[in-house]
Structure formats: C-alpha cells, structure tokens
C-alpha cells in the first residue's frame, strides 16, 4: 500500500477466553475458521426462505483503480453470477454429478474489478421446496466482501429488494462443511480479541481513500471488520489492510476487528 498520512486513534483490545475442543464444558472454538468462507453466512429471502423458487441477490463492490477479484460461493441448489451485467460464474445444481447437490463443492472463479462501482448480482435458484442458501466470499486486493444481511439486497420477481435472512453461519446449518478444501474447523487459539479503534477524520481530498491496515495478525491471519456498527468487510491473509472509504464518515468513528489481535492496527489516508 502507498504510504499515507496516519489519523490519530485510541486503540483498545477486549479478550474473551474461548473454549476449546476437549474442554470441560466440551465446546468447540468454531467461532474461528480458517479459509476463503470464514465469517459469511448463509443467506436467502426472508419470506418463506424454503419455498421453491428463484431469487437474485445484490451487492457492490468501490475501488479506487482496476483490480482481480476472486469469488468462492455455493447455492443451494444453483446460482449464476454477475459483474457488471457479465456472466463471471455459474454453479449448477448437479456440477459434482449428484441431482440437485453441486452445492456439496463450492465454486471458485476469478474476475476483473473497473475503477469505481462494481455491481454484483447473483440469480439464485431453489429447484426444489426445502432448505435453501447462498454464501460466498469475494476478496480482491484490499478488502472481501462476503454473504450477510448488512452487505446484500434480496428480491423475487416483482418485488422491491429487501434485506435477506441470515439462515445460519458457514459450517453450521443443514449444509455442514463444504468441500476437502474449504471445511470449518475449531481454532487451536484459546482467546477471542475484539480491538476497537475510535479516530476523527478529517474531510477528504477528491481521490483520497482509507484504510485499515496493520502489521500482521496474532491467530489465523484474517479479520472480520465492522465501522460505526456496520459490517465493513475484512480480510484473509495479506495483505493485513481493508478499504473502508465508503464506510467511514467525516467526524467521529468507531471500528472493530475480530477474532484475533491486529499487531500495530491504524487509519491510513491515502492519496
């Protein structure tokens, strides 16, 4: 990353102990996972989320100059996906060669990101009643952008977009774990880290971002960011920065990492 003017911030760590597979109380620390889904949730209509039939999903994606992004995803039971109106995507519902579970291997696929907004668009398909869900995960250079209530717009035909249910967690659910290269699994870590920085920052120049950025990470490399209580994005491994230009405000603000200790955590401004 450029190098940046550094805003003044107050930076403080709340730890909670976490219980561990073996443990007295026999939970597991599944609060951390590791991989490309970690932190993304299962999301679908929230009226009547089993009920058979298509939904399309949005989002978007602001970068400051042209970027690969690189999006991990399953649907339950098949979804095609869109940038910018351009098929980049497309998981059928028996890709692995079973009827109506492709969503059992999730897919991988890269794509360009243009300079400015990005928009994503998911067509979603529950081919049959029952259980029905859409995750993924989409990382590009200096942020990711997963499957959550706060980050999505959900609509049936003819309908306005609402915000999608969170049908449960990645790992958890009727779904369970995904694919050998993409399972949840506990943390070896012992502690949960939630480190809040809270900064003013000034008025911006035309052009200027900003980011959150660190050294490296205490734990699994990776952190699931929120700005003035909305969830921002995050990261997983380098590099340990996020963009969160449009999530910031002019004036007083208030960020939050988790699960893991950031090693020097700042607001960089970037020309």
């Not at 993924?136 to 035909?157: E, Q, T």
């Amino acid at each position: 990353m450029p190098n940046g003017e550094v805003i003044a911030a107050t930076v403080k760590e709340t730890v909670t102990p976490v219980a561990v597979e073996g443990s007295k109380d026999g939970a597991i620390a599944s609060a951390h996972p590791f991989g490309p889904l970690a932190y993304a949730q299962w999301i679908w209509h929230p009226v009547n989320p089993q009920a058979q039939g298509k939904v399309t999903f949005s989002s978007s994606i602001d970068v400051a100059a042209a970027d690969e992004a690189e999006i991990v995803f399953s649907c339950d039971n098949a979804a095609i996906i869109r940038v910018n109106g351009k098929e980049v995507a497309k998981q059928g519902a028996g890709n692995n060669g079973n009827n109506y579970i492709g969503w059992r291997t999730p897919t991988k696929a890269k794509f360009p990101l243009k300079p400015g907004r990005n928009e994503i668009t998911v067509l979603a398909d529950n081919a049959l009643p029952g259980d029905a869900g859409f995750v993924c995960s989409i990382r590009w250079s200096y942020g990711m952008l997963l499957s959550n209530a706060d980050s999505w717009k959900v609509c049936r035909d003819g309908e306005s977009a609402v915000k999608p249910r969170n049908i449960c967690s990645y790992g958890r659910g009727v779904w369970g774990r995904l694919g050998t290269a993409y399972k949840f699994t506990s943390s070896p870590f012992s502690e949960s880290v939630a480190t809040e920085l809270a900064f003013t920052l000034p008025a911006l120049k035309p052009g200027e971002r900003v980011y959150l950025a660190c050294d490296d990470v205490e734990g699994e490399k990776s952190a699931a960011v929120t700005v003035n209580g909305a969830y921002a994005g995050g990261f997983i491994g380098r590099p340990y920065r996020l963009d969160v230009t449009k999530s910031v405000k002019v004036g007083a603000n208030a960020l939050e990492t988790k699960p893991f200790r950031l090693k020097n955590p700042r607001i960089v401004v970037v020309k």
